[in-house]
């Protein structure tokens, strides 16, 4: 079992399943969330069985700790058991927290987390709350294009597949770094820039146009950063 070698001391994050691939497809594409953030897949048993080993999820805690503590996710409820007993005989287990969430959109949700330096608490309830994480429709839009300093910006979306997996990320990374209340708009619906999960689920795709709303001490410079990214494609 290999971890990235991140360079602060974000969250890192334990992806526990009874299936090897499972784990590692998780891991691979919360990994492409975040690529500073130590995301260590463990699966199957030590026979390459479906199953859970105690000694191979220690193993990944440790690997997993870059400096920050490790949020650890699992898909069914005996690796919930296995996670809980590897966190328990750990040296320090406040460093260490299960969470009840998706496994898929938990572990994006807290990469992106983390990604961004959030703490251990916030990485965690960013995966506990992953699974409420949809875009609102046109009736429950906060006004902020009444708001008197609201910025606003029609973006086109340049790259060929729009709001994606990786765009969304680059896009939510962008605002988490700014003091700032950002929401991209597509259609009748709307999400938080700041979250991964629910531009995503705005399926905005590419060569069509979003609209983004901000407000805060930073919302020009939220709006410009946006408008950056798109016009260089988000880096596809």
Known sequence: ??????????????????????ASGVAELASQMAPDVAVVPVGGTD???????????????ADADSGGGVVVLYDLGSAK????????????????????????????????????????????????????????????????HLVPDAVSAEVLLTNEVGLHAR??????????????NVVVRYGDEEANAASVLALMGLSAPGGKSITVLATGK??????????????RGFDD
Do not use: C, F, K, N
Request: proline letters at 5%; zero cysteines.
């Open 1 to 22: 079992m290999t971890a990235p070698s991140p360079d602060t001391s974000r969250v890192g994050l334990v992806v526990v399943s009874h299936s090897e691939m499972l």
């Open 167 to 180: 765009p969304a990320a680059l896009l939510a990374r962008t605002v988490a770094e700014l003091d700032a």
């Open 47 to 61: 026979e390459g069985g479906l199953g859970t080993d105690y000694g191979a999820v220690v193993e990944a805690l």
């Open 218 to 231: 930073d919302a020009r410079e939220a709006v410009r950063r946006i408008e950056e990214l798109a016009e």
């Open 81 to 144: 058991m296995t996670a809980e007993m590897a966190v328990e005989s750990a040296d320090d287990p406040a460093r260490y927290t299960v969470v009840d969430a998706p496994l898929v959109e938990g572990a994006v949700a807290a990469s992106v987390a983390a990604q961004g330096g959030a703490s251990l608490a916030d990485v965690a309830a960013a995966a506990e709350g992953a699974s409420g994480e949809t875009p609102a429709t046109v009736q429950s839009r906060p006004a902020l």
